[in-house]
T-cell receptor
């Protein structure tokens, strides 16, 4: 089976930096995605890593180590609006003509305090 | 630009009643389409995916079914709803072009009573 693990909850204060970790064990690997999901809304795409290293996008960065089955999402200069659930998802290739699919972790609920 | 629509936004249905949720995508051709369910406090569960018209793959056996009558239309159905069918239903699309990022629709919140 596929296993994606991330912490259930995290808290931080406005202006701080927070790192959300994700570990995975999957039968294949085609890339790792991070999504942000505000309460009652759909997930929105944040980042994609397929090679080892750090990808930076403004206040958000995502890191991948394929050999360790590990990724993290780094959020800098936290704002109240960053309070949301952050979903880690691994793309696993399909077999034969089967489409590859995403396996999601349960999400990390981040609360940002003033 | 691409947009994805889902309706209805919210639905309250009695146990045993039928269900039809619709998803349409605009601004892209031949997308891969997906149905997910997100139960309270749980992760996203893939229910069905489709790579083309009439081509449906099921991930989890259940009392739900899916159909793709047109290239950019994906429908989730049930003949008789169960209490356990309550949840947040999300439709997503992707284009096979290397990265295959999935983009989600606004979702339908279903409550079965």
């Amino acid at each position: 089976g596929q296993n994606i693990d991330q912490p259930t909850e995290m808290t931080a204060t406005e202006g701080a930096i927070v790192q959300i970790n994700c570990t995975y064990q999957t039968s294949g690997f085609n890339g790792l995605f991070w999504y942000q999901q505000h309460a009652g809304e759909a997930p929105t795409f944040l980042s994609y890593n397929v090679l080892d290293g750090l990808e930076e996008k403004g206040r958000f960065s995502s890191f991948l180590s394929r050999s360790k089955g590990y990724s993290y999402l780094l959020l800098k200069e936290l704002q109240m609006k960053d309070s949301a659930s952050y979903l880690c998802a691994v793309s696993v290739p399909g077999r034969g003509s089967t489409l590859g699919r995403l396996y999601f972790g349960r999400g990390t609920q981040l609360t940002v305090w003033p | 630009s691409q947009t994805i629509h889902q309706w209805p936004a919210t639905l309250v249905q009695p146990v045993g009643s039928p269900l039809s949720l619709e998803c349409t995508v605009e601004g892209t051709s031949n997308p891969n389409l997906y149905w997910y369910r997100q139960a309270a406090g749980r992760g996203l569960q893939l229910l069905f995916y489709s790579v083309g018209i009439g081509q449906i793959s099921s991930e989890v056996p259940q009392n739900l079914s899916a159909s793709r009558p047109q290239d950019r239309q994906f429908i989730l159905s049930s003949k008789k709803l169960l209490l356990s069918d309550s949840g947040f239903y999300l439709c997503a699309w992707s284009v096979v072009r290397g990265q295959e990022t999935q983009y989600f629709g606004p979702g339908t919140r279903l409550l079965v009573l």
